[in-house]
C-alpha cells in the first residue's frame, strides 16, 4: 500500500489547498470539508495518508480544516492511517532555470532529486598579496559534507523568497552578519548535484559575492551550521585542494567565478 502524499503549504489559499487534496485523492470535486470527508470515505481502505505542512509561523483555517478531516477519518476506521509531517517547502525550478509557483517539502525535493534554489555567498578582501575568501566549517551535525570546509554562508530558497534575500538572511543566520543588500554582487548561476544515502540534492546555486572586510572574531557562529571560519587566499586554497587532503566541498567553478569577478 503506497502513501498518499499531499502537500499542504500554509501561503496557499482555501482553493488551492482543496485542489491539492482533489488531485491526490483523485476527485473531481473537493471543494470543503464535507466534500473531503466524502472523497475519503469513497477511496475506502486500508489507505495510508502522509500530509506535509510547510513550516511558516502562519495561521491557516484551511489546513486546520484538512487535518481535522483525516484525523476524523483515521479515528473511525483503523484501516485508515494519518501521518502529519511538518516540512520546509521549496519552490521548483522550471526547464528555463525560473523559480516556479510549485512547491514540495524539502525532504521529498532531495528524495526525489528536482531542482530546486539556493543560494552561496563568498565573503572576500583584497589584499597585496591576493584575494581572500572565507571558509566555514560544516558541523559535524549536517546531512551533507559534515566537517567539511565550504562557501562563506549558504542557504535553500524558502517558498515564496527569492534569491538575494534568502541570500541576506543566510549571512546574518549562519555568521551574525547583517549587511545593506547593495553590498551583494550577483556573479552568476550554476547547477549543483548530490548524491549520498538516499539524498539527491540538485540545485540551481545563485552565487554572490560581499567584499567585506570582517573580523573573524566578530562573529557570531550558527553552531548547527558552522563549526569555525577561517580566511584563505584562493590561489593557495587551490593548491591545497589539489595536492593535500583537506575536507572541503567547495566548489572550484566557483573559485574561477569569483577571481574573474575580481580581477
Not at 511558516?56 to 476524523?72: A, G, Q, Y
Not at 532555470?97 to 531542482?115: C, F, N, Q, W, Y
Not at 558541523?139 to 566537517?147: F, L, M, Q, T
Not at 545563485?206 to 557570531?220: F, H, P, S, T
Request: aromatic residues 8%; hydrophobic residues 40%.
Amino acid at each position: 500500500m503506497e502513501d498518499v502524499e499531499i502537500f499542504l503549504s500554509r501561503l496557499a489559499s482555501e482553493e488551492k489547498l482543496y485542489d491539492e487534496a482533489a488531485k491526490k485523492l483523485g476527485s473531481a470535486d473537493i471543494t470543503d470539508r464535507f466534500t473531503l470527508s466524502g472523497a475519503i470515505a469513497e477511496k475506502g481502505a486500508p489507505a495510508s495518508y502522509k500530509v506535509y505542512i510547510s513550516d511558516e509561523d502562519i495561521e491557516n483555517s484551511t489546513i486546520e480544516d484538512i487535518k481535522s478531516v483525516f484525523s476524523e477519518a483515521a479515528e473511525e476506521n483503523p484501516e485508515i492511517s494519518v501521518e502529519f509531517i511538518s516540512d520546509e517547502f521549496l519552490n521548483l525550478i522550471d526547464d528555463k532555470a525560473r523559480i516556479t509557483a510549485d512547491s514540495k517539502p524539502r525532504s521529498l525535493v532531495h528524495r526525489d532529486g528536482e531542482l530546486h534554489p539556493t543560494v552561496h555567498i563568498w565573503m572576500i578582501k583584497r589584499r597585496d598579496m591576493g584575494v581572500f575568501v572565507l571558509l566555514q566549517k560544516r558541523a559535524h551535525e549536517k546531512d551533507i559534507n559534515p566537517d567539511c570546509y565550504d562557501v562563506s554562508a549558504a542557504g535553500h530558497v524558502s517558498q515564496g523568497d527569492e534569491f538575494r534575500y534568502t541570500a541576506l538572511k543566510e549571512v546574518h543566520e549562519e555568521l551574525g552578519l547583517d549587511i545593506d543588500r547593495s553590498k551583494l554582487e550577483f556573479i552568476g548561476l550554476k547547477k549543483a548535484e548530490f548524491n549520498k544515502d538516499g539524498i539527491h540534492d540538485n540545485e540551481l546555486v545563485a552565487v554572490y559575492i560581499c567584499r567585506e572586510n570582517i573580523n573573524i572574531e566578530d562573529l557570531v557562529l550558527q553552531s548547527s551550521e558552522v563549526s569555525e571560519v577561517c580566511w584563505a587566499e584562493i590561489d593557495e586554497l587551490l593548491s591545497i585542494m589539489k595536492y593535500e587532503d583537506i575536507p572541503n566541498c567547495i566548489s572550484l567553478e566557483e573559485l574561477d567565478m569569483i577571481k574573474k569577478a575580481v580581477f
